[in-house]
């Protein structure tokens, strides 16, 4: 499946976003139940109960996708001009918050991989509601001066629940969402949930690969910017390209649907049936070729950094996500004086040229020449050949290239120095 816009892909999310969810929910919560048995959540009925709500929000989706679909599909899409350019702006905002509101569901769910039993569902949810109830009286005792005592009353009943709850799990460091691995009565009031950073954090961590894309790898990626995106940010860049962020935003949001119909269905053991059959047999674990957190560079590779700045990879770390970091040292010029070399996640910088095929190359012409004058290969120490590469490639990107380079890269938001991720380029 590609993330390039294209209107098989949008429709296929389109149908997985309505129909999926769908056929999951009359499986597991039939619909002459949900009125009886799902208006609260219970000891009994909490996974479902989570599974009921998330779902419903991801067959939303499938009706904003169909807005989204018409409106790429009309003549408005191609037509320039500001106006047009705010339409699209408009959609974009609408996007960012779908985007977080998914992403939120799917973190849920990787991170109940490793505790799928009711105990933890019902605690979360109880959680959950004693936040709601915090915020309350919050809100009462900052407007109206005091708090309510019958919502002081329900905070203490439910507090008293989860510690019933927290005295039956044997473990609370396997609680992922709390923010100290504590009894209740020993933490602090707030936050009461574990923040965001850190769940999706641990999502990365045990993620599959096709998830991690959905995701975009990182939290400034996905989350950050869509939070900018639907909150006012004043200091916003714009986008350069609207149609593309559009079309990675649809792209983004189906996504994200399928990986949590498919958690769905791992979580909860159903066979799959009608096109739910169909997206399990996906196999979303395959490492991408265009996969931007692990780039095939090595040490000794001449780089575009973030600028873009010319660079020589000096080391190369792998992290606990998978992804690649590089040690770069600048070799022309430098964004700030003093700053002679540099770690940079592998989103901010290209490849401008293998050192062991520059060398390769190299070497195979000096033994053609010296094969058709009847010489000796010369032969040349290690560093002496790093040197003559490094000199070589200095004097390529200043006759020239440089100035080109600079022209024709194009950051995602005006404003922005350096290349970064583009989504659009992967195959998922």
């Known amino acids: 499946m590609s993330l390039e816009d294209n209107s098989t892909t949008r429709k296929f999310f389109q149908q997985i976003a309505l129909l999926g969810p769908a056929i999951f929910l009359e499986r597991l919560v039939p619909k002459e139940k949900i009125e009886l048995e799902y208006l609260q ?56 918050l779908w985007q977080r509101k998914l992403m939120e569901g799917l ?11 009711l105990p933890f569902y019902y605690h979360l949810l109880l959680l959950r509601e004693l936040e709601h109830y ?29 510690q019933t709850v927290e005295d039956g799990i044997e473990d609370l460091s396997r609680c992922w969402y709390l923010p100290e691995q504590k009894p209740i009565r020993k933490r ?24 991690k894309t959905a995701m975009a790898y990182t939290y400034g990626q996905s989350y950050g910017e869509t939070s900018g995106n639907i909150h006012f940010n004043i200091i916003r860049l714009d986008y350069t ?36 059959r169909q997206l399990m047999r996906l196999n979303r674990n395959v490492p991408t070729k265009t996969n931007p957190t692990v780039p095939g560079l090595e040490k000794g590779d001449f780089v575009l ?38 770690w940079f996640p592998s989103f901010e910088i290209q490849l401008f040229m293998k050192r062991c095929k520059m060398v390769r190359d190299v070497l195979a012409e000096l033994k053609k020449e010296a094969h058709e004058h009847g010489d000796r290969v010369p032969q040349f120490s290690e560093k002496e050949v790093h040197e003559a590469t490094r000199n070589a490639v200095v004097e390529i990107w200043c006759k020239g290239i440089r100035e ?8 995602r938001r005006k404003g922005d120095q350096g290349m970064g991720y583009d989504p659009l380029k992967e195959d998922s």
């Open 241 to 276: 390209d609207l149609r593309r962020r559009f079309s990675f935003g649809f792209s983004q949001c189906g996504l994200l649907a399928v990986s949590i119909l498919q958690r769905a269905h791992i979580l909860t053991g159903l066979e799959p049936e009608g096109i739910n």
């Open 107 to 117: 973190v849920l769910l990787i991170n109940f991989s490793s505790t799928n039993e």
């Open 41 to 96: 959540f219970n000891q009994k009925n909490a996974k479902n109960f989570l599974l009921l709500k998330l779902l419903t929000e991801v067959q939303k989706t499938g009706f904003v996708f169909s807005r989204w679909n018409s409106f790429r599909e009309s003549n408005t899409w191609s037509d320039a001009g500001s106006v047009n350019d705010q339409i699209l702006e408009t959609f974009i905002d609408e996007q960012s």
């Open 134 to 162: 915090r915020g309350i009286l919050q809100e009462q005792k900052d407007f109206f001066t005091h708090g309510s005592t019958l919502t002081e009353k329900t905070e203490e009943l439910l507090t008293k629940r989860i």
């Open 404 to 411: 080109h380079i600079k022209r024709t890269i194009i950051p």
């Open 188 to 211: 602090k009031p707030r936050p009461v949930i574990s923040s965001m950073r850190k769940q999706l954090k641990r999502a990365f961590s045990v993620a599959i690969h096709g998830e």
């Open 305 to 342: 950094a973030n600028g873009p700045y010319l660079g020589e990879v000096l080391d190369v770390e792998i992290n606990k996500f998978g992804y690649k970091t590089y040690l770069v040292k600048y070799l022309q010029e430098t964004p700030f004086e003093g700053i002679e070399e540099d």
